[in-house]
């Protein structure tokens, strides 16, 4: 069955880095557009980064832009997100998201706390 598993989430202080990963099984993963969303307390869930299938086209929200780097490794059927110059408002739970056409699937989320 399909299964995304997230790994990487933890504690930082403001201004660290961590790497998210999310490995994906039970799909055909290039063949999905891959995303990261995130869901603080109280807030909706937002769409963080976007990638292609190949790994050609990637959006990012601006709240993240020039900090956070989404890419795929097509080959170990995983996507990353580089996460650097951590803020406090970027403590969330972070969800791996693929979708095509109308498929979506979802990892559980792992938590990301930013705070000294």
């Known amino acids: 069955q399909v299964q995304l598993v997230e790994s990487g989430g933890g504690l930082v202080q403001p201004g660290g880095s961590l790497r998210l990963s999310c490995a994906a099984s039970g799909f055909t993963f290039s063949s999905y557009a891959m995303s990261w969303y995130r869901q603080a307390v109280g807030k909706e869930r937002e769409l963080v980064a976007t990638i292609t299938g190949a790994g050609g086209i990637t959006n990012y929200a601006d709240s993240v832009k020039g900090r956070f780097t989404i890419s795929r490794d097509n080959a170990k059927n995983t996507m990353y997100l580089q996460m650097n110059s951590l803020k406090p408002e970027d403590t969330a739970v972070y969800y791996c998201?693929?979708?095509?056409?109308?498929?979506?699937?979802w990892g559980q989320g792992t938590q990301v706390t930013v705070s000294a």
């Open positions: 998201n693929a979708a095509r056409w109308s498929l979506n699937y």
